[in-house]
Every structure is written in C-alpha cells, then in structure tokens.
C-alpha cells in the first residue's frame, strides 16, 4: 500500500492509503526517504488560502478565471521537496545513458507520498551527487528558490542587500547574498532567526517589530538605502518595509507567495518617489535576461553542487524530522508555533 498525505479541508490533514499503482512505460518507481514541508506555498493549502482553492488558473491566458476552482479537497501529496531511492525501472530504459538505474538516489517532486511514480526524463540529472547525505536532497527546490531571487536581484560585489524574512528560504537567500559579494542585513520578527542568519552570512540583523527597519538600512547606508532588498516572507507590510529600504532606483525582489488583498501596501509612497524596481521571482522559470543559460534544473543542480561543496550548510536547518504517520502534528507546529520550527521534513 502506498501512503499519501493529504489535506481533506482547512487545517484538516490524514495520511491515505492507496494501492500501489503499477509502473507504465517511460517511468521509474522512487521509495521516498525524506520529503521536506513547505512552511509557505505548501500552508496555502493547508490554511485554505490557495487562490487555486477559489479560483481557477487559464494556463494558456496565464491569468485567473473567477467561477470555480482549480483544486479541491481532499488535495493530495502536496510536497515539492522530495528524495528517494529508485526501485524500480520501466524495462525498456534500462541501460539508457543518464536514466538513473536502481538503488540510486534521486531528488525531485512527486509530493508526500511513499512512493513516487516519476517520468525517467525528469530523474535525468537528479542522482544525488556523491558523498552527500540524503536528507540534504529534500533542499534542491527550496535552495533553487532562493537561487532564483538572488540571480533575479542582479547582486554586485560591494552592494549592500536586505533580505526579509529568515525562514528556510530567507536564510538560504542571506548565505547566497553573501556568497555573491554583497553585505547583507537579515529581517526577521524572530530573534532566534535573527541569530541563525549571522551564522550565515548576515553582517547587520534587524528586528521586524522592534526596529525602524527602512531607517536604520539608511543609517547604516549613509542615507542612501540598500541597493538590492528580497523580500521572501510573504507577508505585505514587509513588502512594504523592502520597498521604503531601498535606494533611489533601487530594485526589489519580490519571491513569497503573497495571499489576499495587499493590506500594508502603499505603492504611493516610497515605491512612487524613488522609482523603485519591483520585481517578480517565482520558481516557474528564470530571470529573462538569464533565460539562455539557467534553467530550473541548473538551479536546483548547482544549489546542491554548493551544498556537496561545503559552500552553503542545510541540514543544520533541519529542526524536525517527523515520521509520516505524525504528518498532521508537523503542520500544526509550523501553523501556530513557528518559532519552534525552521525546515520540518517528513520521513517515510
């Protein structure tokens, strides 16, 4: 039997069992290891604030039609984060150049399920490299997250860059900032993670309820403003903070997944008379400009290069590693304690 996680309403989670589904052609059998939660686009489901829950997404307009919606309950293996170990291959791959072969293992997404059911071109590339332990696999898709906002922020040397929001993908986004050259200020609402991001990279902290954040980036700035800001919490008012932050001309990146009406706003305000850059990073494709040369998968390829590397630490944010069985458990803690949690990885 096959057990998959599931959200059957808001705040409503079961682990389901289903029979194992037969292999078809073209695709390999993954036993998953780990599957790591995420603690922001994957809560959108679970909290039911998913625009897909009330509205459905026209992939060909690339726009979002009122009426109906585009999922509903239950939603079922949500995950983007998994690693596991091959099983079983379709036979007419076998012995086909860069086709993962069994025991390997590989990364990917097939959400949180035991077992996953994968086309072979998409494990192309997606062995884990050597000597790299396999719960580090479950951070190829968020560290290429957090790749992406920083190739989309166009970083020099020298500058001075503030990253708000110091979850798991905030504090990748600081370690990458700096790996980049640039200085970097970590805002967080949380002093604990304030803490984590000096341990990675982060040269000043700031404190999101207790600290007039845009100006002491000025002060510290000789009054210009940070370059670069990224903003990866997600949260509107902090979008807002990252926009007055920024110099003139300054640009912002904007990578969480923002939920409602943009309550904390202003885009008259600082945005209108600095000519602030605002611009989009979203895992479904590169910067533009980069398009010829990065794709998704050489993100999330070169991320765990750099983790295999020693470059850039990611089990150290593992805080818990729940058996799936607990699944419901490990999504209440992220809802309503996060502060006790950083990456909570399910293991099967």
């Given at each position: 039997?096959?057990?998959?996680?599931?959200?059957?309403?808001p705040r409503q989670v079961?682990?389901?069992?289903?029979?194992?589904?037969?292999?078809?052609?073209?695709?390999?059998?993954?036993?998953?290891?780990?599957?790591?939660?995420?603690?922001?686009?994957?809560?959108?489901?679970?909290?039911?604030?998913?625009?897909?829950?009330?509205?459905?997404?026209?992939?060909?307009?690339?726009?979002?039609?009122?009426?109906?919606?585009?999922?509903?309950?239950?939603?079922?293996?949500?995950?983007?984060?998994?690693?596991?170990?091959?099983?079983?291959?379709?036979?007419?791959?076998?012995?086909?150049?860069?086709?993962?072969?069994?025991?390997?293992?590989?990364?990917?997404?097939?959400?949180?399920?035991?077992?996953?059911?994968?086309?072979?071109?998409?494990?192309?590339?997606?062995?884990?490299?050597?000597?790299?332990?396999?719960?580090?696999?479950?951070?190829?898709?968020?560290?290429?997250?957090?790749?992406?906002?920083?190739?989309?922020?166009?970083?020099?040397?020298?500058?001075?860059?503030?990253?708000?929001?110091?979850?798991?993908?905030?504090?990748?986004?600081?370690?990458?900032?700096?790996?980049?050259?640039?200085?970097?200020?970590?805002?967080?609402?949380?002093?604990?993670?304030?803490?984590?991001?000096?341990?990675?990279?982060?040269?000043?902290?700031?404190?999101?309820?207790?600290?007039?954040?845009?100006?002491?980036?000025?002060?510290?700035?000789?009054?210009?403003?940070?370059?670069?800001?990224?903003?990866?919490?997600?949260?509107?008012?902090?979008?807002?903070?990252?926009?007055?932050?920024?110099?003139?001309?300054?640009?912002?990146?904007?990578?969480?997944?923002?939920?409602?009406?943009?309550?904390?706003?202003?885009?008259?305000?600082?945005?209108?008379?600095?000519?602030?850059?605002?611009?989009?990073?979203?895992?479904?494709?590169?910067?533009?400009?980069?398009?010829?040369?990065?794709t998704v998968d050489r993100?999330?390829?070169?991320?765990?290069?750099?983790?295999?590397?020693?470059?850039?630490?990611?089990?150290?944010?593992?805080?818990?590693?729940?058996?799936?069985?607990?699944?419901?458990?490990?999504?209440?803690?992220?809802?309503?304690?996060?502060?006790?949690?950083?990456?909570?990885?399910?293991?099967?």
């Open positions: 039997m096959e057990r998959v996680v599931q959200f059957t309403g079961e682990v389901a069992e289903h029979t194992q589904a037969s292999l078809p052609p073209g695709h390999l059998r993954v036993r998953t290891r780990f599957s790591g939660i995420s603690a922001g686009t994957e809560l959108t489901a679970y909290r039911g604030t998913n625009p897909y829950l009330t509205r459905t997404w026209d992939a060909e307009a690339r726009i979002f039609r009122d009426g109906s919606a585009g999922i509903e309950y239950p939603v079922a293996g949500w995950g983007y984060s998994e690693v596991g170990e091959v099983t079983e291959v379709s036979p007419e791959l076998v012995g086909t150049p860069g086709v993962p072969v069994l025991g390997d293992l590989v990364w990917g997404i097939w959400g949180h399920r035991s077992e996953g059911i994968v086309p072979a071109d998409r494990m192309i590339g997606h062995t884990l490299p050597p000597g790299l332990e396999p719960l580090a696999g479950a951070f190829a898709r968020v560290g290429a997250i957090a790749y992406n906002a920083v190739l989309a922020s166009d970083i020099h040397v020298g500058e001075d860059v503030a990253v708000f929001g110091q979850g798991v993908i905030g504090l990748l986004t600081t370690r990458l900032a700096q790996l980049n050259g640039a200085r970097v200020t970590a805002v967080d609402a949380l002093d604990g993670r304030l803490e984590t991001a000096r341990k990675y990279g982060a040269t000043h902290t700031l404190n999101a309820r207790t600290d007039a954040v845009a100006e002491r980036i000025r002060e510290a700035t000789d009054g210009l403003g940070a370059d670069v800001a990224i903003e990866i919490s997600g949260v509107y008012p902090a979008l807002h903070e990252a926009l007055r932050a920024v110099t003139v001309g300054g640009r912002v990146v904007a990578s969480g997944f923002y939920q409602g009406d943009g309550t904390g706003l202003r885009l008259g305000d600082e945005f209108h008379h600095n000519r602030v850059q605002l611009v989009c990073s979203q895992i479904g494709g590169v910067p533009p400009q980069l398009a010829g040369r990065w993100l999330q390829q070169t991320f765990l290069k750099l983790v295999a590397d020693g470059q850039v630490d990611v089990t150290s944010l593992v805080s818990h590693v729940v058996p799936v069985s607990d699944a419901a458990d490990a999504y209440v803690l992220l809802d309503e304690r996060p502060a006790d949690a950083l990456q909570v990885v399910l293991a099967f």
